[in-house]
């Protein structure tokens, strides 16, 4: 697993336990984000979270909106903005 992928499901880890959310077991690549358990609040706080760990908000910087449907979509949104 890559550092950021860690970094990515611990910050939803965290992000579950402050929106009083309960995360799915084994989330992998081809999670749909909207089945993990996480609800659109909740992801807008994992983006939030994200970008003060990682100093970037992918989303607010694209030009043409991507919405990601799966986990490793989300992370390759994020890896390509670090790129």
């Known amino acids: 697993m890559s550092d950021l992928k860690k970094t990515i499901l611990d910050c939803m ?3 579950a336990v402050i929106a009083d959310c309960t995360l799915i077991e ?3 690549d081809d999670t749909v984000l909207l ?3 996480l609800d659109s ?3 807008a706080m994992l983006v ?3 970008e003060e760990e990682l100093g970037t ?3 607010s910087e694209m030009e043409l909106a991507v ?3 799966t986990l490793g979509e989300f992370v ?3 890896k390509n903005a670090l790129s």
């Open 13 to 15: 880890e965290q992000v």
């Open 26 to 28: 084994n989330i992998s």
């Open 35 to 37: 089945q993990s358990g």
């Open 41 to 43: 609040l909740g992801f």
């Open 48 to 50: 939030a979270q994200l």
């Open 57 to 59: 908000d992918p989303f």
């Open 67 to 69: 919405y990601p449907r």
């Open 76 to 78: 390759t949104v994020y």
